[in-house]
T-cell receptor, first 113, second 116 residues
Framework: SQQGEEDPQALSIQEGENATMNCSYK?????LQWYRQNSGRGLVHLIL?????REKHSGRLRVTLDTSKKSSSLLITASRAADTASYFC?????????????FGQGTILTVHP | GAVVSQHPSWVICKSGTSVKIECRSL??????MFWYRQFPKQSLMLMAT?????????EQGVEKDKFLINHASLTLSTLTVTSAHPEDSSFYIC????????????FGNGTRLTVT
């Protein structure tokens, strides 16, 4: 069953601004991942944060994880028009369920030039 | 370059016919592949887990006789939508991973299925 909830559902900003997307989940996890999807295309893996990590950076991306609140956030700094896409969080269990992802509902990000 | 290839990228078929979608890992052996379905403006829902050489494990609510999965080799899994109906129209995406723990997942580019 789908356990991730994301907000906002849609976000519209100007180029150069920061974009923050939030994700909440319900069960214990091994890791949480963020993906990007351009319209009608497959998924691009952005970043993975493990359950024992609190913050991770990759280029203009910053991800936080609060396991006590079962929530994560993705911050894209200095956004560009090319960042326009849908962004999904996905939670993963460990062990034999590794690789089996449960996706959030996604945030549609539009960056206006 | 793409490490997981999905084919076809789009297909249109008539009601009642069957459609086969292929998912190939191009430069690694994928012991496990996953099949997802995504309806327009919605998230991805896991349909089944495909393990090489064994039967697929289907998620609750997914009809195994309708969505046939075959993972006959370490580089290929196929999803066959049998007796397709318009409500099966969707975006189907596969992902694959290596056998090693914590190996990354790689997603295919998806297949847009339209049943008329």
């Amino acid at each position: 069953s789908q356990q991730g909830e994301e907000d906002p559902q849609a976000l519209s900003i100007q180029e150069g601004e920061n974009a923050t997307m939030n994700c909440s989940y319900k069960t214990s996890i091994n890791n949480l991942q963020w993906y990007r999807q351009n319209s009608g295309r497959g998924l691009v893996h952005l970043i993975l944060i493990r359950s024992n990590e609190r913050e991770k950076h990759s280029g203009r991306l910053r991800v936080t994880l609060d396991t006590s609140k079962k929530s994560s956030s993705l911050l894209i700094t200095a956004s560009r028009a090319a960042d326009t896409a849908s962004y999904f969080c996905a939670t993963a269990l460990g062990g034999t369920s590794y690789g089996k992802l449960t996706f959030g509902q996604g945030t549609i990000l539009t960056v206006h030039p | 370059g793409a490490v997981v290839s999905q084919h076809p990228s789009w297909v249109i078929c008539k009601s009642g016919t069957s459609v086969k979608i292929e998912c190939r890992s191009l430069d690694f052996q994928a012991t496990t592949m996953f099949w997802y379905r995504q309806f327009p403006k919605q998230s991805l829902m896991l349909m089944a887990t495909s393990n090489e050489g064994s039967k697929a494990t289907y998620e609750q609510g997914v009809e195994k006789d309708k969505f046939l999965i075959n993972h006959a080799s370490l580089t290929l899994s196929t999803l066959t939508v049998t007796s397709a109906h318009p409500e099966d129209s969707s975006f189907y995406i596969c992902s694959a991973r290596r056998a090693e723990n914590n190996s990354p997942l790689h997603f295919g580019n998806g297949t847009r299925l339209t049943v008329t």
